[in-house]
């Protein structure tokens, strides 16, 4: 059985803006011939690893809210620049949005088993998923409960 992380993406202000902080992570494991992957690092190793890779995905926190999933694909134990123990999560670049849920900023992460459901990529699907729908106004829909 699976389960997933949510971290908070911090400082990022939209998925293109998380998308382009990931391009340079993407590039070093191309060069190192990884892949097209993302490293996202974190201080704690997760102690259910086979769980979170039993097809567990990295839920991001931005704007107040869980708005999208990458899928994990690893996770290894390392050293950081600062000779101190961390664990590195090997994500998939895809981002797959998900409905919005508000979540209040925290340190680390948590682990995610209830996670919000995808929200469709299929153009056909589009209206019924509201993704042109302004964030703001999603977001306050979701908070009184009509999302």
């Not at 992570?25 to 890779?53: F, K, Q």
């Not at 699907?125 to 009184?144: C, G, V």
């Amino acid at each position: 059985m699976s389960i997933n992380i949510v971290k908070l993406a911090a400082q990022v202000k939209d998925l293109d803006h998380l998308a382009r902080r990931q391009l340079l992570s993407r590039r070093r494991a191309l060069e190192d011939g990884l892949g097209d992957i993302v490293h996202v690092s974190t201080r704690s190793m997760p102690r259910r690893r086979e769980e979170l890779l039993d097809g567990g995905s990295l839920y991001w926190i931005f704007q107040g809210a869980i708005q999208c999933r990458q899928k994990i694909l690893g996770l290894d134990a390392a050293i950081d620049m600062q000779d101190r123990k961390c664990a590195v999560f090997q994500i998939d670049p895809e981002f797959i949005p998900v409905r919005r849920i508000p979540k209040k900023s925290f340190q680390g992460w948590r682990y995610l088993e209830n996670p919000p459901e995808d929200l469709s990529t299929d153009p056909a699907d589009t209206a019924d998923d509201m993704t042109d729908m302004p964030a703001d106004l999603r977001e306050e829909l979701s908070r009184i409960g009509i999302l």
